[in-house]
């Protein structure tokens, strides 16, 4: 497994190794051990998700603040553009954000720790997504920001508008969203 950092701190590229041959392929997708050596400290994972999502749609930008999770995020089929954004309050980094294509072909997996949010455009005909979390999904805690906010500007690739839920539609701009106090 190699394990990158990103252009924000805490933020990980997982490229795990691929086995080869006629028959197909093996990869080792987590190991405990590995993970929490490079993410410095021990973390459990309390949760497993799976969201099936068709081209153009865009699902986030998703955190929670009392019970800010921690996500390992991977795709089994299709592409993604994956996005973090630092939520942290008080952090030098804020309102920063950054990407990665992750796809079933790529095996990429990205480590968002607690305080950031997260979001993803598919950009094949459609794409699963799976992602462990560090705690339980909270909707009296979830927060949305909005996608397109101008302060952000984040270049999605998409042409036009993408396929949102009603809630990311009504997500807050950076300036209006509260912060996640990390303890």
Not at 7 to 20: A, E, G, M, W
Not at 102 to 116: A, H, K, T, V
Not at 142 to 165: K, T
Request: hydrophobic share 40%; proline share 7%.
């Amino acid at each position: 497994m190699r394990i990158t950092p990103l252009s924000l701190p805490d933020v990980l590229r997982i490229d795990p190794v691929k086995h080869q041959d006629a028959r197909g392929f093996f990869v080792e997708t987590y190991i405990q051990s590995a993970f929490d050596a490079a993410v410095g400290r021990p973390v459990h994972f309390l949760q497993d998700n799976q969201s099936h999502s068709r081209r153009h749609v865009l699902r986030g930008l998703h955190y929670q603040t009392l019970q800010s999770q921690g996500k390992l995020v991977r795709v089994t089929e299709g592409e993604i553009f994956d996005v973090a954004v630092d939520m942290r309050e008080g952090s030098p980094t804020f309102g920063r954000w950054t990407s990665e294509i992750l796809s079933s072909e790529n095996q990429r997996q990205l480590w968002l720790p607690e305080g950031f949010a997260h979001g993803f455009l598919v950009l094949s005909d459609y794409a699963n997504v799976v992602y462990k979390t560090t705690v339980p999904y909270s909707p009296a805690h979830q927060q949305c920001v909005r996608w397109d906010d101008p302060a952000l500007a984040i270049p999605w690739p998409v042409a036009g508008e993408p396929i949102l839920s009603d809630k990311d539609r009504q997500g807050l701009t950076l300036a209006q969203a509260p912060r996640v106090a990390l303890r």
